[in-house]
Nanobody, 121 residues
């Protein structure tokens, strides 16, 4: 069993900052990629930022220069530092990871439960 547990969401004023964390636990042999998605009411889930299997980072155009993704491989944890937050960043943020549970096991996609981020004055 693999679990992704997110933390760090909340209510923040425009221009403020939040830091999200996502820790993967359970039967983990290898992680090929981790990242963050978000889904606002009435909209499709979209990639916010992520690490590819090669270790490079991708960011949505709307968050470039404001959000930074970081990873602690020893802790199987990924972070999302969000600065200069805007009301349009309001959404449920989901952690995503591609994990293999043992040698030879295919990589499977896992999702966290989601954490609400609300940017409002």
């Amino acid at each position: 069993q693999v679990q992704l547990v997110e933390s760090g969401g909340g209510l923040v004023q425009p221009g403020g900052s939040l830091r999200l964390s996502c820790a993967a636990s359970g039967s983990i042999f290898s992680i090929s990629g981790m990242g963050w998605y978000r889904q606002a009411p009435g909209k499709q889930r979209e990639l916010v930022a992520g690490f590819t299997s090669g270790g490079t980072t991708n960011y949505a155009d709307s968050v470039k220069g404001r959000f930074t993704i970081a990873r602690d491989n020893a802790k199987n944890t990924v972070y999302l530092q969000m600065n200069s937050l805007k009301p349009e960043d309001t959404a449920v943020y989901y952690c995503n990871a591609r994990i293999s549970s043992y040698g030879g096991d295919p990589f499977r996609t896992y999702w966290g439960q989601g954490t609400q981020v609300t940017v409002s004055s």
